[in-house]
């Protein structure tokens, strides 16, 4: 078995009345939006970033930009996508995701959020586990400037068993 970790994080972009809040793929009504060129959803950022922990192959940046910038496309789950058409022979086992943020308050929106996630991962919302903290405020997360995500997956190689 074999676990990568992925980390990103985004400012709220509290004057754009335009953009929705996205989180995971699901849209979050009643928060600003986050800042970045494309959707900005800083959940499955860092999960493509733990898929390209996997992988060896980097698509936030220089591949995403092209996607974004080029082609027009800021739907993240296409990043993700594109990150997990690189997995080759390995199987993803378990998602487990930890959201710093003082809002919003994502509690009920948790079990969606799994829902979403495991939809674009192909495994069942069991193998997803979503943390969420404000962490007393000790950072700029915390304090209300915007949301750091850091996600770690675990994979399995071909012959794994990991029924015991
Ligand atoms: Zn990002």
Known sequence: MIAAIGQDSHRFDFANPHKKLLLGGLEIPGAPPLLGNSDADVVLHALTNAVS???GVNILGAVSDELCLNQGISD???YLREALQHLGELRLLHASLSIECKTPKLSPHIPAMKAEIAGLLGLSVTQ???TATSGEGLTDFGRGEGIQVLAILSAARPGFKNDS
């Open 128 to 130: 997803i586990g979503i």
């Open 53 to 55: 922990g996997l992988t």
């Open 76 to 78: 993240s789950r296409v």
